[in-house]
């Protein structure tokens, strides 16, 4: 059960909040403008820094298989904290994209279950080192 605020009990609390407020937007990085290129298949995001930060769309949760034109009308949200694309009922918080992190636990869950099945020369490489030494080696619990 969850109890409601009272009016006074808000207004008490609204220094606090803006101070946590204030102190995010100036060390968490937020978004000035942020475009999709379609050349590159990237979302570009300047940060109110003058930073750029750009991503491949196709790693964003609800982003993969977007049209070029819906990818195209990505809008920044009030103070710079996310990303939204309306058409596609798409919204990204830029610390996350900043820090790595394109969507939900389970979508980053995917994208590295991706990755780790991709198929390389390199990988392909290593697998034929690892068999010429006898395999991958034990654990020591099964030794």
Same mark, same amino acid.
């Given at each position: 059960?969850?109890?409601?605020?009272?009016?006074?009990?808000?207004?008490?609390?609204?220094?606090?909040?803006?101070?946590?407020?204030?102190?995010?937007?100036?060390?968490?990085?937020?978004?000035?403008?942020?475009?999709?290129?379609?050349?590159?298949?990237?979302?570009?995001?300047?940060?109110?820094?003058?930073?750029?930060?750009?991503?491949?769309?196709?790693?964003?949760?609800?982003?993969?298989?977007?049209?070029?034109?819906?990818?195209?009308?990505?809008?920044?949200?009030?103070?710079?904290?996310?990303?939204?694309?309306?058409?596609?009922?798409?919204?990204?918080?830029?610390?996350?994209?900043?820090?790595?992190?394109?969507?939900?636990?389970?979508?980053?869950? $995917?994208? @590295? +279950?991706? =990755? /780790?099945?991709? &198929?390389?020369? #390199?990988? !392909?490489?290593?697998?034929? $080192?690892? @068999? +010429?030494? =006898? /395999?991958?080696? &034990?654990?020591? #619990?099964? !030794?």
């Amino acid at each position: 059960m969850t109890s409601k605020l009272t009016d006074e009990e808000i207004l008490a609390q609204l220094p606090a909040a803006r101070e946590r407020g204030r102190i995010a937007a100036e060390t968490e990085p937020r978004a000035r403008t942020a475009r999709y290129q379609k050349s590159t298949g990237r979302v570009v995001v300047e940060l109110s820094n003058g930073c750029l930060f750009a991503f491949p769309a196709k790693l964003g949760e609800g982003l993969r298989g977007a049209s070029a034109a819906d990818l195209a009308k990505v809008e920044v949200l009030p103070g710079g904290a996310g990303l939204h694309w309306e058409t596609l009922d798409v919204d990204l918080g830029v610390p996350g994209l900043v820090a790595g992190i394109f969507g939900s636990k389970r979508w980053m869950a $995917e994208l @590295g +279950r991706a =990755g /780790g099945s991709a &198929k390389s020369s #390199a990988k !392909a490489a290593a697998a034929r $080192e690892n @068999g +010429r030494k =006898g /395999g991958r080696p &034990k654990g020591a #619990a099964r !030794a």
